[in-house]
């Protein structure tokens, strides 16, 4: 994966504290956009990525929480079922039109 090259990453967390929860909650919101609750899509590229994940490190609990974090790979179709979070006129699109997230 190139360094200068902007991926999309799903991003999703399970946090026991409630403080902590709306600190990472606060910090990924300021990076990307949230999917369902506790899960956020962020386009990033490979340095800005591993700062985010040294932030949100700093600020879990070891043994308490988990976060997770997904590289999307490109060009893959979404299967999307029930109620969903982005009205169907909304595309998630990353490095250009070529490399767009589409739900069929």
Do not use: W
């Amino acid at each position: 994966m190139a360094d200068s090259q902007g991926n999309l990453y799903l991003m999703a967390y399970d946090i026991a504290d409630p403080k902590r929860l709306a600190r990472i909650h606060r910090l990924l919101k300021q990076q990307g956009l949230p999917v369902q609750y506790s899960v956020f899509t962020v386009v990033l590229k490979r340095k800005a990525l591993l700062r985010l994940l040294e932030r949100i490190n700093a600020l879990i609990n070891q043994r308490e929480d988990d976060v997770r974090c997904y590289r999307l790979p490109e060009n893959r179709p979404a299967e999307i079922l029930g109620q969903q979070y982005f009205p169907d006129d909304v595309m998630l699109f990353t490095g250009g039109v070529n490399r767009m997230l589409t739900r069929h």
